[in-house]
């Protein structure tokens, strides 16, 4: 997994860190989210990169992040065996906050990667896709979401759940007013 820290991409567990998402950050996003749903074949419907880290320019921790669209027919237990055969962590259950969530580490407390394992559009799919779409499209959502999290960083320092707590309301308002918007 070099070819992700190559890019710059990697957190410690202790740090807190915006970076511009660049195109090589996209690119090894890209790549890796074609690798899990290569893995994966048979077992989810749909794999897609999301997140800030999937949006150009836009300030994101260097992580990249992965929504993994869980069917009915689907049996999680399958999804967790191929993940973790290939060196993601499952870190528990996060229900309406993440689904079940899996780590991707190049070294012991420092992520590159984050799987969310959700129902296939279900509402958290629907959501990440829609904020990952919104952030794309418009640079009015983009300057207000990335006000927020500077705004954050600022305030809560290197608590990274502080930080995603205090992304919450701002991710429902754009997602509010677009859903409004159309």
């Known amino acids: 997994m070099e070819w992700l820290t190559d890019v710059g991409l990697g957190l410690d567990y202790d740090a ?7 195109q090589a950050w996209i690119d090894a996003g ?14 989810v419907i749909g794999v897609e990169q ?15 992040d992965i929504a993994i669209g869980l069917g009915d027919e689907h049996e999680f237990s399958a999804v967790r065996d191929r993940l973790e055969a290939t060196g993601w962590t499952y870190r528990g259950d996060a229900g309406a906050s993440g689904g079940h969530v899996f780590v991707l580490e190049t070294k012991i407390s420092h992520r590159v990667a984050h799987a969310h394992v959700v129902d296939y559009d279900g509402e958290q799919w629907r959501n990440y896709l829609r904020l990952r779409d919104l952030l794309r499209r418009s640079s009015t959502a983009l300057a207000r979401y990335e006000a927020v999290k500077q705004q954050l960083v600022g305030e809560v320092g ?5 930080y995603t707590d ?3 309301k701002i991710v429902h308002m754009l997602l509010d007013d677009a859903a409004r918007a159309t």
């Open 50 to 64: 999301i997140g800030s880290s999937s949006v150009l320019t836009l300030l994101a921790k260097p992580i990249v």
């Open 30 to 43: 890209t790549r890796l989210r074609d690798d899990v749903a290569g893995r994966l074949a048979g077992s």
């Open 16 to 22: 807190l860190r915006l970076d511009r998402t660049s």
């Open 158 to 162: 290197d608590d990274r759940m502080a």
């Open 166 to 168: 205090g992304k919450s």
